[in-house]
């Protein structure tokens, strides 16, 4: 990997982390000012942290950029997008199975991710909530992922665009709940850009938080416990159990393009330089303070 590249890298790194920085500052002087008693009622200050946060891509990039952002590279069949709600339908039964097994270990050290878990599922109890939910949340990460720095990475691989833009999605939820299915779900909407385009991934992970989440649950409302439990498990074991076998497909016709040799100063570039071990700190750091102690 030349110099230059490096240079080019971490550049891009260093912007990743400024919106990082830029959206929590935001929250935390919006909190002071709109909803100081109440963080969790209202949506608002993250509509100002998601602004900051765009605000510092449109900076970072150049006009021409700016118009190829939406461009749309060949257009999804329905069969396609039904393999899309089957991936998703797996990720979210990866979840929680994933939810479960950290709770489990994290309760040998007499911790719990209880309110990790519940900050990350469930419908939205406000209306600016699920704006920010559903819609802005979607909308800010899309540009900042897969649309800034997976754009960005792909000058050194497809492949490793892809992972290693998951690989940030995931560790910047800074919830150690979250952050598994987060990878999981990163992996899907970075394959979507790159062969469709960026408005696809930004449509998929829209339906993923409104529907999936925020309208099942609320559907699920409606019913008792364990009749909520049934319908849930008939609707998400369905949708797994396509995204298994169309994951099986996937598996079958790209593996040899999955397993291409590696370079591997690029991963050393990507993973050992100041912005990157500055971004895992600050999230590690959330994840850490996110735990409680186990009653």
Same mark, same amino acid.
């Given at each position: 990997?030349?110099?230059?590249?490096?240079?080019?890298?971490?550049?891009?790194?260093?912007?990743?982390?400024?919106?990082?920085?830029?959206?929590?500052?935001?929250?935390?002087?919006?909190?002071?000012?709109?909803?100081?008693?109440?963080?969790?009622?209202?949506?608002?200050?993250?509509?100002?942290?998601?602004?900051?946060?765009?605000?510092?891509?449109?900076?970072?990039?150049?006009?021409?950029?700016?118009?190829?952002?939406?461009?749309?590279?060949?257009?999804?069949?329905?069969?396609?997008?039904?393999?899309?709600?089957?991936?998703?339908?797996?990720?979210?039964?990866?979840?929680?199975?994933?939810?479960?097994?950290?709770?489990?270990?994290?309760?040998?050290?007499?911790?719990?991710?209880?309110?990790?878990?519940?900050?990350?599922?469930?419908?939205?109890?406000?209306?600016?909530?699920? +704006?920010?939910?559903?819609? *802005? @949340?979607?909308? #800010?990460?899309?540009? $900042?992922? !897969?649309?800034?720095?997976? &754009?960005?990475? =792909?000058?050194?691989?497809?492949?490793?665009?892809?992972?290693?833009?998951?690989?940030?999605?995931?560790?910047?939820?800074?919830?150690?709940?979250?952050?598994?299915?987060?990878?999981?779900?990163?992996?899907?909407?970075?394959?979507?850009?790159?062969?469709?385009?960026?408005?696809?991934?930004?449509?998929?992970?829209?339906?993923?938080?409104?529907?999936?989440?925020?309208?099942?649950?609320?559907?699920?409302?409606?019913?008792?416990?364990?009749?909520?439990?049934?319908?849930?498990? +008939?609707?998400?074991?369905? *949708? @797994?159990?396509? #995204?298994?076998?169309? $994951?099986? !497909?996937?598996?079958?016709? &790209?593996?040899? =393009?999955?397993?291409?040799?590696?370079?591997?100063?690029?991963?050393?570039?990507?993973?050992?330089?100041?912005?990157?071990?500055?971004?895992?700190?600050?999230?590690?750091?959330?994840?850490?303070?996110?735990?409680?102690?186990?009653?």
């Amino acid at each position: 990997m030349e110099k230059t590249e490096r240079k080019d890298l971490k550049k891009t790194l260093w912007v990743g982390l400024s919106c990082l920085i830029a959206f929590n500052i935001a929250i935390l002087q919006a909190l002071s000012i709109l909803n100081p008693e109440n963080p969790d009622e209202s949506g608002v200050p993250y509509f100002f942290a998601v602004a900051a946060e765009l605000f510092i891509i449109f900076v970072a990039t150049n006009k021409k950029t700016q118009r190829q952002l939406f461009d749309v590279y060949r257009q999804p069949t329905a069969h396609k997008i039904f393999q899309w709600v089957c991936f998703l339908g797996l990720t979210q039964i990866i979840f929680s199975y994933n939810s479960t097994l950290i709770e489990m270990l994290l309760n040998f050290f007499h911790l719990s991710a209880q309110n990790q878990e519940e900050s990350a599922t469930g419908a939205n109890e406000t209306l600016s909530m699920f +704006i920010y939910g559903s819609f *802005l @949340a979607p909308f #800010g990460e899309e540009i $900042l992922f !897969r649309g800034f720095l997976l &754009q960005n990475f =792909k000058r050194y691989g497809v492949r490793f665009a892809i992972i290693f833009s998951a690989i940030l999605f995931g560790i910047y939820h800074g919830n150690i709940v979250q952050t598994p299915f987060a990878f999981i779900l990163g992996l899907l909407l970075g394959y979507i850009t790159v062969s469709y385009g960026l408005k696809y991934a930004i449509a998929v992970h829209i339906f993923n938080n409104m529907v999936l989440a925020d309208f099942l649950d609320r559907f699920l409302q409606l019913f008792s416990e364990n009749t909520a439990t049934t319908i849930s498990t +008939i609707i998400m074991g369905s *949708l @797994a159990l396509g #995204g298994l076998y169309y $994951l099986y !497909r996937f598996w079958h016709t &790209q593996r040899q =393009k999955l397993f291409a040799p590696i370079d591997y100063s690029v991963i050393r570039s990507a993973l050992f330089n100041l912005p990157f071990m500055i971004l895992l700190v600050i999230c590690l750091l959330e994840m850490l303070a996110g735990l409680t102690p186990l009653h």
